[in-house]
């Protein structure tokens, strides 16, 4: 695999290296190589939602119960669950990362998509910190984005920069 | 129609060592029980007690996971009923105070207040028991029979509203813990490091 692509195996990896025990998640367009990996793990339950905002409060109960969620879900869905992620793990101090598909980001700034411009407005108006990964070479983060969450009690996001085919440039 | 505080007075006779997520009867249920194991967590977001409830069933197949959810928060976040239902805990109880009102903003109904069948939409999302209660005597004598089976279960409850109308910045404050102290101290309680 080319170091010009993220790969599901990579993520893989890191979810497995920081102890991930479920998966809250809601689909996006380019995670399908990803959801296959996860399905065949037998130790890793996968939980979907039907709406975005529903993982947050999952994830807070996974939490309490001594789980290592991961919340896994697109930008315009993290859009959409602001209130969920205020009340559910900002305000109950839940240690969670967020893998978040950046849908239309691009590394030349131009994009064609709101959702793109207003993922990381969104992100400093929450105060949310935030790792941007492109790439296997910057996989690394996804780890940081684990050590942060627990040294801090709150939620951090992955922003998934291109997902598992290469940059498009 | 039944009164939260009656309610609770009922099922905590057969409680056992069940979580409790208190959810909409926590004002109730603070003056029944506030152990470790009793979550008030107040209202962190509309719609999300179910999720919560879920989460912890998950994590804590061992226990008992008992939620009071209310007909508000589950018409915000139906779709939390077929994420419950596929996940299946066994451990999962889930009930829902159905006041047909939005109570702490002065009353408003809920739309389709008299006409939703709670129970009903439980049942075609996968839960594979259902129940409905409109008097404490039905519930009384069948609460034991649903507690015996296996999760997840749902059971709607109508309740007779309790408005507030004073600003919220009036209000007293029931709860004694804040949401975070009562994650911090089921986590504590369970032996979670």
């Known amino acids: ?169 | 129609m039944m009164h939260t505080a009656d309610v609770l007075k009922v099922f905590a006779e057969h409680r056992g060592d069940a979580i409790v997520i208190s959810g909409r009867g926590g004002k109730h249920w603070l003056q029944i029980s506030d152990t470790a194991l009793d979550l008030p967590l107040g209202d962190p977001a509309m719609g999300g007690h179910s999720g919560f409830g879920l989460g912890l069933a998950l994590a804590q197949p061992n226990k008992r996971v008992v939620l009071f959810d209310s007909e508000g928060d589950i018409l915000m976040s139906l779709g939390q009923l077929p994420t419950i239902a596929e996940q299946a805990p066994a451990n999962f109880y889930h009930f829902i105070l159905d006041n047909e009102v939005y109570a702490t903003t002065g009353g408003q109904p809920v739309p389709g207040a008299k006409n939703v069948d709670y129970a009903g939409i439980a049942k075609a999302s996968g839960y594979p028991r259902a129940y409905s209660f409109a008097n404490i005597e039905d519930f009384t004598r069948e609460l034991p029979g649903i507690l015996a089976g296996p999760g997840p279960v749902f059971i709607a409850l109508k309740v007779l509203p309790e408005v507030e109308n004073t600003p919220i910045g009036q209000r007293v404050r029931w709860r004694k813990r804040s949401a975070d102290k009562v994650v911090t101290d089921v986590r504590t309680a369970l032996g979670i490091v």
């Open chain 1, 1 to 169: 695999m080319s170091t010009e692509a993220l790969s599901p195996e990579t993520v893989m990896r890191e979810m497995k290296q920081n102890g991930v025990t479920d998966i809250v998640w809601l689909p996006d367009s380019e995670t399908n190589w990803l959801y296959l990996l996860m399905k065949a793990d037998p130790d890793l339950r996968l939980v979907g939602v039907t709406r975005e905002g529903h993982a947050c409060s999952i994830a807070a109960g996974l939490y309490a119960g001594g789980h290592k969620p991961m919340i896994l879900i697109q930008n315009t869905g993290m859009l959409e669950s602001g209130d969920s992620i205020r009340g559910w793990l900002m305000g109950l101090n839940i240690p969670v990362v967020l893998m978040v598909g950046y849908r239309g980001y691009t590394r030349h700034g131009v994009n064609t998509d709101t959702a793109a411009t207003y993922t990381e407005r969104f992100l400093m108006a929450f105060n949310i910190p935030f790792f941007l990964i492109e790439n296997d070479a910057d996989s690394d983060r996804i780890t940081k984005a684990f050590e942060l969450a627990d040294k801090t009690r709150q939620p951090v996001v992955v922003l998934v920069g291109d997902e598992f085919h290469g940059f498009n440039r």
